[in-house]
């Protein structure tokens, strides 16, 4: 599975591995969806990420954009070389707010 969830009482951590990618989306969008319901604090670790296409950066938007409209704090901790690529090409780097984790991007 592309993502791991890990909830605490004070965060909900979701680490993702490998590809992140249209084959994997359905099922990654599924768990995000369940461990978004709780109102928390919101981490990423995208440091293990191998492949991301344009499904795999909506679900990456998504859970940003959830934060954001519930009011909780994102926080992005680690990214890949091929997760910092896209969001450079897609330039979303500034949405994601993260600039030390997203160096070497133009925001």
């Known amino acids: 599975m592309p993502v791991a969830v890990k ?6 951590k979701l680490d993702f591995s490998g590809e992140l990618n249209i084959y994997t989306a359905s099922e990654t969008m599924d768990v995000v969806k369940a461990a ?5 604090p ?7 990420v191998s492949e991301v296409d344009a499904a795999g950066l909506q679900i990456l938007m998504t859970i940003k954009l959830h934060s954001t409209l519930h009011g909780v704090a994102f926080n992005l901790i680690g990214c ?6 896209l969001l450079g090409l897609a330039d979303l780097a ?3 707010g993260e600039p030390t984790v997203l160096s070497g991007i133009a925001a």
Not at 36 to 40: D, R, T, W
Not at 42 to 48: G, N, T, V, Y
């Open 42 to 48: 919101i981490q990423l670790d995208l440091s293990e």
């Open 80 to 85: 890949s070389e091929a997760v910092n690529e």
């Open 36 to 40: 978004l319901k709780n109102a928390l």
């Open 7 to 12: 909830s605490t009482k004070s965060l909900t």
């Open 94 to 96: 500034g949405f994601f």
